[in-house]
C-alpha cells in the first residue's frame, strides 16, 4: 500500500502544477469510455452509478475512486505529473496501462519521465506476443475445480516456430487462502466470499503440471487472434493489479469472470461479462469468447491418466496383470512366461507400466527407487518401443448442454395427479445429455422444484443446495474411490401416508465397475443426517447403501437404482427408482421417471413423471 501511495506524500513536498487543464467534459466523456470502465472493473451499481469489482482500497488513486470512475480518472491524470524522482512508485510505473491509454487520448506532453525499470524488465521477461485460452476440464475431486477451470498463457513471438509453450507465462486468478482448509470449509468460503482473488503471472510449466499431472485433467488450448497491440495492453494491465484484491465467488465472480474482464482491456469493444448477470461456469465463458470471434485455433493436450487408460485399453486382463507385475519389478521382464509374449505386446506392457509408474509419482516427493524402477522400464522402452500413442479427442467441453435448466413435468403419485415445475442454476446430473461431459460426474447447484397437486395444492417438493457425484470406474490399473454428497430439502414418505417436508446432508462413498461399453455399475455405503418433524429426536443418522447402474443408450442415458436408509430410531426407507431421458436435441430432453417407496412410516407408494428439460443459458 505504501508503494501505490507514496506519490501523494511527493504532493506535499512538490506542487503537481505541471498537470495541464483538461476540459472537465473532455474527462468525463473518457471517464465514460469502455475502456476506462474495464481497466477500473467497474459495473453499474444496483442503486445507479458504478462500483469496482476491486475490493483493494490501494489500488484506486481517488478516495472514492471505486465508485467514480470521473474522480479516479482526474486524481490518475495528476499522478502523472508527479515529480521523476518517486521512482518505481510513480504512477506511470504502476499503471502503465491506465498511463498509455491516458496519453494517447489527451495528448498528455511535459511528463516526467520516471525510471521505471521493474515493470520494463518484467515486461521483457514476459515478451507478450499472443495469447493462448486454457481450459483444464472438470475434476470433482477438488471443489476449486469441479466446474473446470480458465486461464491465459501468454507466449513470445517464436512460441509458434520453436512450439516451446512450456517457456511461456499464464495469467492465472484464483482464491488466495492462507492456512490448510479442508476441501469443505473451502467449497463453503468458495460460495459465499470467504477468500479475496488475486492475479498472478506464473510459469505456464507449473500450471501445466499441475493440471495435467497432478490432478490429471484433461488441457483445452484455445489460441486466440489477440494482435501482438492487444497481448501487450492486456499484460500491461495484469502488472497494475499486481497483489490486488477482489471479491472472490465459486459461482460468478471466480477466475473466467476475471479473464472475460482481461479480454475486454485486450480488445476495447468486446462485450462478454455483460453476458454473466448471475453465473460464470467456465465453460459457458469459454463459449461467450469462441462466439465473439476470439478463438484461432485448438489443441488438445491429455491427462497422464488418460494416456494411461488409452496405453492400457487393448492390453487384456492377462497383459494388464503383467503390468503391475512389470511395474512392481523389473526383474519380471527377463520372466520367461513374459518373454514368450509375442514382442509387440511386450512394448504396448512395458509402455503403460512405465506411465503406471509415473502417474503414481505424481504429487509425491522423489523416491530413488522409484525413480530407479521408472529408467529400469525407460530404458527397456528404448529397446522394444511401442507405437505412438493415439488418443481420441472427447467432445469440446464448449459443445455440452447449456448450463441452466428450466424443468416442467407431469405426473401421478399415488391416486394423485401433479404437475412439477423446477430451476437448476447448474449444471449436469447423470440422465443429462452427456455429450462433452463424463460419463457418472453430477453437479448439481441450487435446484428447486415446486409441485401443483389437484386442488392447486402447491408445495415444495425439492430444494438442493448441492448434489455432486462422482462415479469413476474402477480397472486392475487405478481403484479411484466414488463418491457423492448432497444437502437441502426434500419430501420424505411421512406419517398418515403423506408426505413431510426434512432437512438433510447425505453422503457415502464405494465402488463404480465398467460393466460393458457405456454401462457403469456402483454400490456405495451412505451416511445420512436428517431433521424430520415425523421424529421425536430433533436430528436422526441412519446409514443405508445406494446402488444401481448406468448406461448410455442409443437414446440417451439410463440409471437404475436402489437406495435404503436405516435410521437409528427403527425408520427403513426404501426405494426403486429408474429414469430414462431421451434427447430431443442438444439443448432439449424428455426423461421419464419411475419410482417405488418404501417406508415403515406409511404404505408403499408409486410415483410417475414424464417431465421437459430445457437447458438454457
Avoid at 519521465?113 to 495469447?131: E, I, L, N
Avoid at 418433524?533 to 436402489?562: H, M, Q, R, T, Y
Amino acid at each position: 500500500m505504501l508503494k501505490r501511495l507514496a506519490w501523494l506524500a511527493l504532493c506535499v513536498c512538490a506542487p503537481l502544477s505541471a498537470a495541464p487543464h483538461i476540459d472537465p467534459q473532455r474527462l468525463q466523456q473518457l471517464a465514460n469510455d469502455p475502456f476506462w470502465i474495464s481497466l477500473g472493473h467497474y459495473e453499474t451499481a444496483k442503486l445507479g452509478g458504478w462500483r469496482s469489482y476491486v475490493s483493494d482500497r490501494k489500488f484506486f488513486l481517488a478516495a472514492d475512486g471505486n465508485e467514480y470512475p470521473d474522480h479516479e480518472l482526474a486524481a490518475t491524470v495528476q499522478a502523472l505529473y508527479a515529480p521523476a524522482s518517486a521512482g518505481e512508485t510513480h504512477a506511470q510505473c504502476v499503471y502503465p496501462a491506465r498511463t498509455r491509454w491516458l496519453k494517447e487520448q489527451l495528448g498528455l506532453a511535459g511528463l516526467p519521465t520516471p525510471d521505471c525499470a521493474g515493470f520494463r524488465q518484467w515486461f521483457k521477461d514476459v515478451s507478450p506476443d499472443s495469447a493462448v485460452m486454457i481450459f483444464p476440464a472438470a475434476y470433482l475431486n477438488s471443489p476449486s475445480s469441479m466446474f473446470g477451470h480458465t486461464l491465459l498463457r501468454i507466449d513470445q513471438a517464436e512460441v509458434k516456430s520453436d512450439k516451446t509453450s512450456l517457456l511461456s507465462y499464464a495469467i492465472n486468478f484464483g482464491a488466495y487462502i492462507e492456512g490448510s482448509d479442508n476441501s469443505l470449509l473451502y467449497a463453503w468460503k468458495g460460495l459465499m466470499g470467504g477468500y479475496p482473488g488475486l492475479f498472478a503471472m506464473v510459469p505456464y510449466q507449473e500450471k501445466l503440471s499441475e493440471y495435467r499431472s497432478l490432478e490429471n485433467r484433461d488441457l483445452w488450448e484455445y489460441r486466440l487472434n489477440l494482435t501482438r497491440q492487444e497481448t501487450a495492453r492486456m499484460v500491461e494491465h495484469v502488472w497494475e493489479l499486481k497483489q490486488i484484491k477482489f471479491d472472490y465467488f465459486f459461482f460468478d465472480e471466480n477466475c473466467s469472470y476475471r479473464l472475460l474482464e482481461l479480454l475486454q482491456v485486450a480488445r476495447p469493444g468486446l462485450r462478454l461479462t455483460g453476458q454473466f448477470p448471475l453465473t460464470a461456469i467456465p465453460t459457458d465463458t469459454v463459449k461467450a469468447v469462441k462466439n465473439a470471434g476470439l478463438e484461432e485455433s485448438i489443441q488438445y493436450r491429455p491427462s497422464r491418466e488418460r494416456e494411461l487408460l488409452s496405453r492400457a485399453e487393448p492390453l487384456n486382463p492377462e497383459e494388464q496383470q503383467w503390468v503391475l507385475k512389470v511395474s512392481a519389478d523389473q526383474n519380471r521382464l527377463q520372466d520367461p512366461a513374459f518373454k514368450a509374449l509375442p514382442r509387440e505386446r511386450q512394448a504396448l506392457i512395458i509402455d503403460a507400466a512405465y506411465r503406471l509408474e509415473r502417474y503414481r509419482a505424481n504429487g509425491q516427493e522423489r523416491d530413488p527407487a522409484r525413480a530407479q524402477r521408472s529408467f529400469e522400464l525407460l530404458r527397456a522402452i528404448n529397446q522394444n518401443p511401442a507405437p505412438e500413442l493415439d488418443i481420441a479427442h472427447p467432445g469440446l467441453p464448449e459443445d455440452g448442454h447449456e448450463s441452466r435448466t428450466w424443468q416442467l413435468g407431469l405426473g401421478t403419485r399415488g391416486d394423485k395427479a401433479f404437475g412439477e415445475y423446477g430451476l437448476r442454476m447448474a449444471y449436469h446430473d447423470l440422465n443429462d445429455n452427456s455429450e462433452s461431459f463424463p460419463l457418472g460426474a453430477q453437479i448439481e447447484i441450487l435446484q428447486l422444484k415446486l409441485r401443483q397437486y389437484e386442488g392447486n395444492d402447491w408445495q415444495v417438493q425439492q430444494l438442493d443446495l448441492a448434489t455432486i457425484r462422482s462415479l469413476t470406474p474402477r480397472n486392475p490399473l487405478l481403484q479411484p474411490l466414488s463418491w457423492q454428497v448432497t444437502g437441502g430439502l426434500e419430501r420424505v414418505p411421512g406419517k398418515h401416508d403423506g408426505q413431510t417436508l426434512v432437512s438433510h446432508v447425505n453422503g457415502g462413498g464405494g465402488g463404480t465397475w465398467q460393466l460393458g461399453d457405456d454401462l457403469l455399475g456402483f454400490a456405495l455405503g451412505t451416511v445420512r443426517i436428517e431433521h424430520n418433524n415425523d421424529f421425536a429426536a430433533f436430528i436422526a443418522p441412519a446409514a443405508g447403501f445406494n446402488s444401481g447402474v448406468l448406461w448410455k443408450n442409443p437414446v440417451g442415458n439410463l440409471s437404475l437404482e436402489a437406495k435404503g436408509d436405516f435410521f437409528t430410531n427403527g425408520e427403513v426407507r426404501r426405494s426403486l427408482s429408474l429414469n430414462q431421458q431421451w434427447e430431443i436435441s442438444r439443448n432439449l430432453g424428455l426423461r421419464l421417471s419411475a419410482q417405488r417407496e418404501f417406508s415403515h412410516l406409511a404404505a408403499p407408494e408409486n410415483e410417475v413423471m414424464l417431465e421437459l428439460k430445457w437447458y438454457h443459458y
